[in-house]
Every structure is written in C-alpha cells, then in structure tokens.
C-alpha cells in the first residue's frame, strides 16, 4: 500500500505557522501529515520589540533592529529543501504555498524538483513572464491597493534592511485597507484574531528573474492551483494570468485547476473545505 504524502506548508509575507493550525487540525482529521514550515525570520524566530506592545512607542520601534534583516530569498529555499528532505524520507511530498509563500515555492521546485511530488498554489504567487514587483503594474492588478500597508508602515526599509508594519494599530483607515485587503469575509473577532497572528517585519528580496518558475525544472513536477474566488489582495484576474503564462511555459503539463470561494484569508479560517479539496489532491 503507498504511503501518504506530508503536505508541507509554506506561508505568506507577515505569516508563520501558526496561522495553519486549523487547517492542520482538520487535515489531521482526514488521515492526513502535514508540516507547517516557519520561514526564516518568522515564527519564534521573529522579532516583537517592547515598543510593539502597548503603550506603544512609534520612534523607538521606528528604529529597533529586526532578526529578519538580511534574509534573503535564497535563506527560504535552503530552509523549505531541508524540510523537504525530511518528509520525502516518509514518502511523497506535496508542497503547500500561499501568497508571498509562492515565490519560495517557485524558486525550491526549480531547484530540487526531485524533492516534490506536486505542488499546490493556493492563491499564491507563482512569477513565470514577469517578476513579483512587475505583475503589481499590470491591468489584473489595478484594483489592489498596494499601498494598504504603508499606513501603517513603520521606520525606514532601507535604513532598517526590512518591511515593518503595526499591525496593532488602532488607526481606522489601516484597519479598514487590511480587512478589505485580507479578511472581507470574515467577521470583525475573525479578522483581529487573525491580524493579532501577524509579526510586524518581513523581508525584503521577492526574487528576480532567475527566480521564475523555469521550465526543466519546476515545469516537471505536478501542479495545482487553489484559485481564492474573492481575493481582493490577490485578485482572480492575477491568479488565472500566472496559470495561463505557466501553462503556455510548459504545456504538456498544465495546472489542475480548483477554486474556493472566499478571500485571501477565509480559507485558513475555516478550512474545512481547503483540507478536503488537498486531501483529494493526495490521491492523484
């Protein structure tokens, strides 16, 4: 009898793994391994500085140094193959990205396709014609706004070598940009319950060209794309652009194709569905 796989579990910008939790709850449940990877940076490895608490102190936080400062994305490869090489040692290997999570996904499958056994998008970024920063001037992504953190960005990414942003913020305007950005379908509990999850730095290196999806390698392994009908952070317009540019890369093998309804978040919320719809996937 085959063993099962271990999905592996790759988060997005501002994320770790405790946000997979329930999913992984309900997964187990199904019968089914998973192993929910914290990034480098990320998890107990992130940085919550004493001006983040409350009161807070926006100048010292301004300046406070990050753990995740000079990580790259290259550090998060390295760090998801070893994983990989761990669960492959107890069968097939299914890697789960969302979001920013993609682009380390990407980049691993074209370095060790040998190490995975599909790969699963769940509206995640997967770079094929263009580089992250480049698909955000494109028609499919006029209706995002990109400037939703800014409002509550905090200290210089350049002078401090990463992304910070108060999440703990009590400005409306903030709170309102990241519920509709993130959470429009949840309640206002779920929302800040889930925005209470996020650190507040992130690093900066989202790839270059040589970190697209290339087609002797990560154009062998299997693929799914998880498509979020109602992403308003990464709308479907994006997500089925990156499927249609990756399939015409390698043609003879196509994304399958599934969609759940929700936003960019309600699926690690309420993952009932998302857990059923992968555990299907262990089967192909």
């Known amino acids: 009898m085959p063993s ?5 579990l790759v988060h997005g910008a501002f994320a770790n793994s405790f946000s997979f939790a329930p999913l992984q709850a309900e997964l187990a449940l199904l019968g089914h391994r998973s192993a929910a990877i914290d990034l480098p940076g990320h998890g107990f490895g992130a940085t919550y500085p004493a001006a983040y608490q409350t009161p807070q102190d926006l100048d010292a936080l301004a300046a406070e140094p990050g753990a995740i400062k000079g990580v790259t994305l290259a550090d ?63 028609p499919e992504m006029a209706d995002v706004d990109a400037g939703a953190l800014a409002l509550a960005l905090v200290g210089n990414p350049a002078e401090l070598g990463l992304l910070r942003v108060n999440f703990r913020t009590a400005e409306p305007a903030a709170l309102d940009a990241f519920k509709h950005a993130f959470a429009a379908d949840l309640t206002d509990d779920e929302f800040r319950t889930f925005l209470n999850s996020f650190q507040p730095d992130e690093n900066l ?80």
């Open 76 to 138: 998060n490869v390295a760090h998801v193959i070893e994983a990989l090489e761990r669960a492959k040692r107890n069968g097939p290997a299914i890697l789960v990205s969302h979001s920013r999570g993609g682009v380390t996904a990407t980049a691993v499958a074209n370095a060790r396709p040998d190490l995975i056994d599909r790969i699963v998008y769940v509206s995640a970024w997967c770079p094929v014609d263009l580089d992250v920063n480049d698909y955000y001037a494109e």
């Open 205 to 284: 290196d989202v790839g270059t060209s040589a970190d697209r999806a290339q087609a002797a390698t990560w154009g062998r392994v299997p693929r799914t794309y998880v498509r979020l009908a109602d992403d308003t952070s990464l709308p479907p317009a994006a997500q089925d652009r990156m499927i249609r540019e990756a399939d015409a890369l390698t043609p003879d093998n196509p994304f399958d194709v599934r969609t759940l309804e929700g936003g960019h978040l309600r699926w690690l919320v309420r993952p009932k569905p998302a857990a059923e719809l992968l555990a299907g996937l262990a089967a192909l």
């Open 4 to 8: 099962l796989p271990t999905f592996v």
